[in-house]
């Protein structure tokens, strides 16, 4: 199976002819139209790479970027029609990994692409382990069935460990109660729906509290969601 990259993208016939030579090349591909509904996707699933559009209508490219970034490290190479520095600085520190100018030719963007695929597997293969998940600080090896914050073991029960992890593996995806109930719970759980808010407390206070940091964030009147921000020392 071929690489995923998603392209967000408004001019649809660039967007098409990026699609059609990407997938040439075996890559799987799919497009978002505008801002918004780009992030929507490269938050429902998980992508090899993203090329971001910075002219776009609903969200621009660059805050596309500002949000993705707090939730993933997906590779992603901008695209620009204007040749500005501005751009170009801005992008790269917001969290790109690389810009391409509009127009470009079609062999620049393949090469941009496979070095910037390379880069992320080079590092995968020294970080990322199967089955370990990270969120900030926090390590949860669930093979091993441990959690750490830095190097520090944080001590859960079961119940607490499977919510987290849950929580961890919809990373940036708000969860709603009864999807953690049943997912934690078990469909046929008959006890009090507050559970969920216990447990989240719990977890809080093992994590968040513990440590300084804010990684489990209610939403109000839906459920929860990870994700890392700015520590609260
Ligand atoms: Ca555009």
Redesign the pocket.
């Known amino acids: 199976m071929g690489d995923r990259i998603l392209v967000v993208?408004?001019?649809e016939k660039l967007s098409r002819f990026i699609e059609l030579e990407l997938s040439y090349e075996g890559y799987e591909v799919e497009k978002a139209g505008d801002g918004r509904s780009g992030l929507a996707m490269a938050e429902a699933k998980p992508f090899d790479l993203i090329l971001l559009?910075i002219?776009?209508p609903e969200l621009n490219g660059l805050e596309v970027l500002r949000r993705l970034r707090r939730f993933a490290e997906t590779p992603v190479i901008l695209l620009t029609?204007r040749d500005s520095v501005m751009d170009k600085v801005t992008g790269l520190d917001s969290g790109a990994d690389d810009y391409i100018t509009k127009p470009f030719a079609i062999e620049e963007l393949l090469a941009r692409i496979r070095t910037a695929l390379r880069k992320k597997k080079a590092e995968g293969s020294g970080g990322a382990t199967p089955g370990v998940l990270h969120m900030g600080r926090l390590t949860l090896d669930v093979p091993r069935y441990s959690a750490t914050m830095d190097q520090t073991p944080v001590e859960l029960t079961k119940r607490e460990f499977d919510l987290l992890k849950i929580l961890m593996e919809n990373a940036g995806i708000v969860l709603t109660r009864d999807i953690l109930l049943e997912r934690v719970w078990g469909y046929n759980y008959l006890g009090e729906t507050n559970s969920v808010d216990v447990y989240i407390r719990f977890l809080r206070g093992k994590i968040d509290d513990a440590f300084g940091v804010k990684y489990i964030h209610t939403v109000r009147g839906v459920g929860y969601t990870m994700r890392v921000e700015e520590e609260a020392r």
Do not use: H
Request: charged fraction near 55%; avoid cysteine.
């Open positions: 993208e408004d001019e559009d002219m776009l029609a």
